[in-house]
């Protein structure tokens, strides 16, 4: 399976930087289309086990350099332009697209680069650890389907990561600390004993294709949107710059403050509870205080590498006190934080988060993106930028878009899980809606007085597509 299966799926990439390019078929290419995507695959799609299998060398010997890592994914026109149709995936969500779907996501197709407005019928990814690699690579597939396909839009992302390694977006916060685990020394590796689990059923992941002979292919369906971040609006909004504020100019911030465990105000704690992390990744239902050792002695939480290991589960009530129902990661995966559901059922829909941060500041192929842009990125940093042409590639894998991703961005960004409907409130970050019933407490973990909330729409979404990544196997018998 894994010699069929593509990259990136079961394990991120890993590389510092990429070219995602979206393409149209033109017209009448079909058969040299065909061929090309035969040939690509056949020699330079990068399959599950290469990828392990350099992984394992690179853990083994930190000077080995895996090289460019490469996967190709389909839209459902793209099946019908490869005569494909008998064999496109069945799901009518993919069949549909992302932009006729906008009703449930709140998206507004009209607002989108223009690159994502029309039809887009493949995306290539190409990720290297150096930049100049990335791009000769990506300039070489651009002129290698030139015949067939018009480029889109060559879409360049690079990874953000703090001093000590952690991996971020551009509002600060570390980003993809919570993933669903499909491989034994990933599972293995968690901390024991422990509160959550990350183990999960690899159906939640792979979509099976037409079973030939004894051999059995995998593929999956990848949803990719690009997110617009608003990171001086942001930083103002939560409060993150209060301390900068010269006296004569007015506290700009939208979050009430709150006091943490020991009745002192925390400048870093509102935007916590509206994220559900600390910046650097501490869960605020564990803590009231990023660095404050206020829990018990038996709690092993290291500051340079956040822990996955909790659950809601002593944070329950009419109003969540220490991570509110409407919290970013709460809402993207209660775990056992919701009494009115079944823990078991809530993991059916988690998805596997993929994505990158982008900066289309450095949208020139001759404009090297420099170390101290993707490296030791500070606070100052990323205010610097005001939140112009920055933000997130979003991307994620799940064996179904409509019980997966649009029940995450559909309903439950918009606030329809929490169990109690005055408070639960929307997805600060990722909802497109506007919504005021969301309340923070005067401090955290203490039962009384409430103030409201209104903190949204500092996330725009630029536009996007649904994909399915197939089979190695599939690619080789166009």
């Given at each position: 399976?894994?010699?069929?299966?593509?990259?990136?799926?079961?394990?991120?990439?890993?590389?510092?930087?990429?070219?995602?390019?979206?393409?149209?078929?033109?017209?009448?290419?079909?058969?040299?289309?065909?061929?090309?995507?035969?040939?690509?695959?056949?020699?330079?799609?990068?399959?599950?086990?290469?990828?392990?299998?350099?992984?394992?060398?690179?853990?083994?010997?930190?000077?080995?350099?895996?090289?460019?890592?490469?996967?190709?994914?389909?839209?459902?026109?793209?099946?019908?332009?490869?005569?494909?149709?008998?064999?496109?995936?069945?799901?009518?969500?993919?069949?549909?697209?992302?932009?006729?779907?906008?009703?449930?996501?709140?998206?507004?197709?009209?607002?989108?680069?223009?690159?994502?407005?029309?039809?887009?019928?493949?995306?290539?990814?190409?990720?290297?650890?150096?930049?100049?690699?990335?791009?000769?690579?990506?300039?070489?597939?651009?002129?290698?389907?030139?015949?067939?396909?018009?480029?889109?839009?060559?879409?360049?992302?690079?990874?953000?990561?703090?001093?000590?390694?952690?991996?971020?977006?551009?509002?600060?916060?570390?980003?993809?600390?919570?993933?669903?685990?499909?491989?034994?020394?990933?599972?293995?590796?968690?901390?024991?004993?422990?509160?959550?689990?990350?183990?999960?059923?690899?159906?939640?992941?792979?979509?099976?294709?037409?079973?030939?002979?004894?051999?059995?292919?995998?593929?999956?369906?990848?949803?990719?949107?690009?997110?617009?971040?608003?990171?001086?609006?942001?930083?103002?909004?939560?409060?993150?710059?209060?301390?900068?504020?010269?006296?004569?100019?007015?506290?700009?911030?939208?979050?009430?403050?709150?006091?943490?465990?020991?009745?002192?105000?925390?400048?870093?704690?509102?935007?916590?509870?509206?994220?559900?992390?600390?910046?650097?990744?501490?869960?605020?239902?564990?803590?009231?205080?990023e660095f404050q050792n206020d829990l018990p002695p038996t709690a092993n939480l290291n500051p340079h590498r956040p822990t996955n290991d909790f659950d809601y589960s002593d944070d329950i009530g009419e109003l969540a006190l220490k991570?509110?129902?409407?919290?970013?990661?709460?809402?993207?995966?209660?775990?056992?934080?919701?009494?009115?559901?079944?823990?078991?059922?809530?993991?059916?829909?988690?998805?596997?988060?993929?994505?990158?941060?982008?900066?289309?500041?450095?949208?020139?192929?001759?404009?090297?993106?420099?170390?101290?842009?993707?490296?030791?990125?500070?606070?100052?940093?990323?205010?610097?930028?005001?939140?112009?042409?920055?933000?997130?590639?979003?991307?994620?894998?799940?064996?179904?878009?409509?019980?997966?991703?649009?029940?995450?961005?559909?309903?439950?960004?918009?606030?329809?899980?929490?169990?109690?409907?005055?408070?639960?409130?929307?997805?600060?970050?990722?909802?497109?809606?506007?919504?005021?019933?969301?309340?923070?407490?005067?401090?955290?973990?203490?039962?009384?007085?409430?103030?409201?909330?209104?903190?949204?729409?500092?996330?725009?979404?630029?536009?996007?597509?649904?994909?399915?990544?197939?089979?190695?196997?599939?690619?080789?018998?166009?």
């Amino acid at each position: 399976m894994l010699t069929s299966l593509q990259a990136n799926i079961l394990k991120f990439h890993g590389r510092n930087f990429a070219h995602h390019l979206f393409f149209r078929f033109i017209d009448g290419q079909s058969e040299p289309a065909a061929t090309w995507i035969k040939e690509f695959a056949s020699t330079r799609l990068t399959t599950a086990l290469k990828q392990l299998e350099d992984s394992k060398l690179r853990r083994s010997d930190q000077n080995f350099d895996g090289g460019p890592i490469f996967t190709l994914s389909l839209a459902a026109t793209g099946y019908d332009f490869l005569n494909k149709n008998d064999q496109k995936p069945d799901s009518i969500t993919f069949q549909n697209r992302m932009r006729n779907n906008s009703d449930l996501l709140l998206d507004s197709p009209d607002d989108w680069d223009k690159e994502f407005t029309g039809q887009i019928d493949l995306l290539i990814i190409v990720a290297d650890d150096n930049n100049a690699t990335a791009s000769d690579e990506a300039s070489q597939i651009i002129s290698q389907t030139a015949p067939f396909a018009v480029l889109l839009k060559n879409q360049r992302g690079n990874v953000l990561k703090t001093e000590v390694g952690v991996g971020i977006e551009h509002f600060g916060y570390a980003d993809g600390v919570s993933q669903p685990m499909y491989l034994a020394d990933e599972i293995n590796d968690q901390e024991q004993p422990r509160i959550w689990d990350d183990k999960t059923n690899l159906d939640r992941l792979l979509v099976k294709e037409d079973k030939i002979d004894t051999n059995e292919f995998y593929g999956s369906y990848l949803v990719f949107r690009k997110l617009n971040q608003n990171v001086l609006a942001f930083k103002d909004a939560e409060g993150d710059n209060r301390e900068a504020l010269p006296s004569t100019k007015p506290d700009t911030a939208l979050l009430p403050r709150v006091k943490d465990s020991s009745g002192n105000d925390n400048i870093e704690l509102p935007g916590a509870m509206i994220v559900g992390r600390f910046e650097n990744g501490t869960p605020v239902t564990m803590r009231s205080n990023e660095f404050q050792n206020d829990l018990p002695p038996t709690a092993n939480l290291n500051p340079h590498r956040p822990t996955n290991d909790f659950d809601y589960s002593d944070d329950i009530g009419e109003l969540a006190l220490k991570c509110p129902y409407h919290a970013h990661i709460r809402l993207m995966n209660p775990r056992n934080g919701d009494p009115k559901a079944d823990p078991s059922d809530l993991r059916t829909h988690r998805i596997t988060r993929r994505g990158m941060p982008y900066d289309d500041n450095f949208d020139n192929e001759n404009v090297r993106i420099p170390d101290e842009h993707i490296l030791s990125i500070t606070d100052d940093m990323l205010k610097k930028q005001k939140g112009i042409n920055v933000g997130l590639l979003f991307m994620c894998y799940q064996n179904d878009i409509a019980n997966a991703f649009e029940i995450l961005q559909g309903f439950w960004a918009q606030g329809d899980i929490a169990p109690n409907a005055d408070l639960k409130g929307i997805d600060s970050i990722i909802s497109q809606a506007s919504q005021d019933s969301r309340v923070l407490p005067e401090q955290w973990g203490v039962q009384g007085k409430v103030n409201p909330v209104k903190f949204d729409h500092f996330v725009t979404m630029k536009g996007g597509e649904y994909f399915f990544t197939p089979s190695k196997n599939f690619l080789m018998n166009l």
